[in-house]
């Protein structure tokens, strides 16, 4: 495997997944970060219409690739609160069967979820790496965002929930220390087992609730997420776009759900070229 077979699986991933999901007349699109997005960048540029068009950026990286392709950005928090994203495109470090993500390799993942959710549509572009039938399998670390004050009792924590050597990630820049986030946070990379899927649990194979050192994706998130000093957790879990609208058109004003961390479409650029495509069932 080479860096040309593994950037030319991005690539081909990130074109395809442009073609049938971008339509150049959206007003609003979320974009992500990492080295993936670079592509999907270029392919929207390639195809964009729309003069109105303005793009959302998910970190600084994520602002700094809009900006060099001479499109628009507009903060997050500068979007009028009744505005949904049309799309959001993003990379994964590891995609499993449910299409479970787990994000953060970049240490992005707080502004990935908050423009995740906020769109109709979340679109994942990764290279066969990151197709995995199980999280936890390559990629072996969750990624954290904490409050600095926080990481002595978050450490402890999540050794109490089985994680046996959770790290703060540390620069490999020449200044030596913990690396800051975009919201100046700290990272904490949390091995665990491989995570169980929900069907691994309809199928007996686990309470996926920890106790026999066994977690179920959503349960792991939602025990991390719990953990006071926490910000967000590198896990896309839970219900996608689509559903999360299904779900506020059935339940009207008492449903509190904005939107879906899950992508309803994963493209993986394969070694031989082709994409895979994995979408919700
Ligand atoms: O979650 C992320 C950043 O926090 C990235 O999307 C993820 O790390 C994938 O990156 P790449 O496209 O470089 O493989």
């Known amino acids: 495997m080479t860096d040309t077979t593994i950037e030319s699986a991005k690539r ?9 999901h971008f339509d150049p007349s959206a007003t609003h699109v979320g974009i992500g970060s990492g080295t993936t997005i670079v ?16 793009f959302v950026p998910t970190g600084y990286q994520s602002r700094q690739v ?11 928090d500068s ?3 009744d505005v949904t994203l049309d799309i959001a495109f993003d990379g994964a470090d590891e995609v499993d069967e449910e299409l479970n993500c787990i994000k953060g390799g970049g240490a992005c993942l707080f502004q990935e979820k908050l423009v995740a959710e906020r769109a109709k549509k979340f679109i994942c572009v990764a290279d066969y790496r990151k197709n995995q039938a199980r999280l936890l399998t390559k990629w072996l670390t969750i990624p954290i965002e904490v409050a600095p004050i926080s990481v002595p009792t978050v450490l402890y924590s999540l050794r109490t929930l089985g994680s046996p050597n959770p790290k703060v990630r540390t620069t490999l820049l020449a200044k030596s220390g913990p690396l800051k986030t975009d919201q100046d946070f700290f990272i904490i990379d949390a091995p665990f087992p491989t995570l169980l899927t929900s069907a691994d649990v309809a199928a007996g194979k686990g309470k996926g609730d920890g106790s026999d050192g066994k977690w179920e994706v959503n349960k792991l998130s939602q025990a991390i997420k719990e953990l006071t000093g926490v910000l967000e957790v590198g896990i896309f879990s839970g219900m996608n776009g689509v559903e999360a609208a299904d779900l506020r058109a059935r339940e009207g004003a008492r449903s509190a759900v904005v939107g879906g961390q899950k992508p309803v479409a994963v493209y993986f650029g394969m070694q031989d070229g082709s994409v895979q495509v994995r979408t919700s069932k």
């Open 39 to 54: 592509y999907v960048v270029d392919a929207i540029k390639a195809r964009s219409t729309n003069p109105h068009i303005r």
């Open 66 to 76: 809009i900006v060099q392709a001479g499109l628009t950005p507009i903060a997050f």
């Open 12 to 20: 081909a991933a990130a074109i395809q997944a442009v073609a049938e």
């Open 79 to 81: 979007l009028p609160e």
